[in-house]
């Protein structure tokens, strides 16, 4: 798999289920961010937890890091169809200014 | 809030043309970025540049490309000679120092024909 590789590559749900995206990334990271992109637009960061933490909130959204796994996981909570966008982990490279993007999940949440 | 600014939003060129993205970082921020994003795929990094000077490249990012920070709010990607697989969402972002998340830009969407 490559480096920052998210699952399911697409997802699709109602509105007010949660959602839950995963990342897996392959190098030593320093911390793992997440970013929304809508159609067309740039990416917004979302969160940014760092290696030495495990879980982290900021309103609907819960990200926890298994740096043991490598993986993170991203969880939305009482989606609404505003959450529809493509998500992404992103790992920067450490020892490096080099940044890593998954492959990104497509979210639909369905009115 | 502050916020990074790319223009044009569409550039259309000819190819071999010579294309040149511009961007405004955050005022503050000391690290910038590049990054590509060909349609449906994944977002790549080009080139990150700190202290006017490049500090990192990836192997796309070869002499056909060039960053400049002529003045100190501009922040320009140079595409040489472009070829028809350069068309893509060229984002730009910045950072205020390390550990700390970039900002992006709404992107530059480059159609080479």
């Known amino acids: 798999s490559q480096q920052g590789e998210e699952d399911p590559q697409a997802l699709s749900i109602q509105e007010g289920e949660n959602a839950t995206m995963n990342c897996s990334y392959k190098t030593s990271i320093n911390n793992l961010q997440w970013y929304r992109q809508n159609s067309g637009r740039g990416l917004v960061h979302l969160i940014l937890?760092?290696?030495?933490?495990r879980e982290k909130h900021s309103g609907r959204l819960r990200v926890t890091l298994d740096t043991s796994k490598k993986s993170s996981s991203l969880l939305i909570t009482a989606s609404r169809a505003a959450d529809t966008a493509s998500y992404f982990c992103?790992?920067?490279?450490?020892?490096?200014?080099?940044?890593?993007f998954g492959t990104g999940t497509r979210l639909k949440v369905l009115a | 809030e502050p916020e990074v600014t790319q223009t044009p939003s569409h550039q259309v060129t000819q190819m071999g043309q010579e294309v040149i993205l511009r961007c405004v970082p955050i005022?503050?921020?000391?690290?910038f970025y590049w990054y590509r994003q060909i349609l449906g795929q994944k977002v790549e990094f080009l080139v990150s540049?700190?202290?006017?000077?490049?500090?990192?490249k990836s192997e796309i990012f070869d002499d056909q490309f060039s960053v400049e920070r002529p003045d100190g709010s501009n922040f320009t990607l140079k595409i040489r000679s472009t070829k028809l697989e350069d068309s893509a969402m060229y984002f730009c972002?910045?950072?205020?120092?390390?550990?700390?998340?970039?900002?992006f830009g709404d992107g530059t969407r480059l159609s080479i024909l």
């Open positions: 992103a790992t920067p490279v450490s020892g490096t200014y080099k940044y890593i």
């Open positions: 005022s503050n921020h000391l690290y």
């Open positions: 972002a910045s950072r205020a120092r390390a550990g700390q998340p970039q900002h």
């Open positions: 937890i760092r290696s030495n933490e």
């Open positions: 540049f700190y202290n006017n000077e490049i500090s990192e």
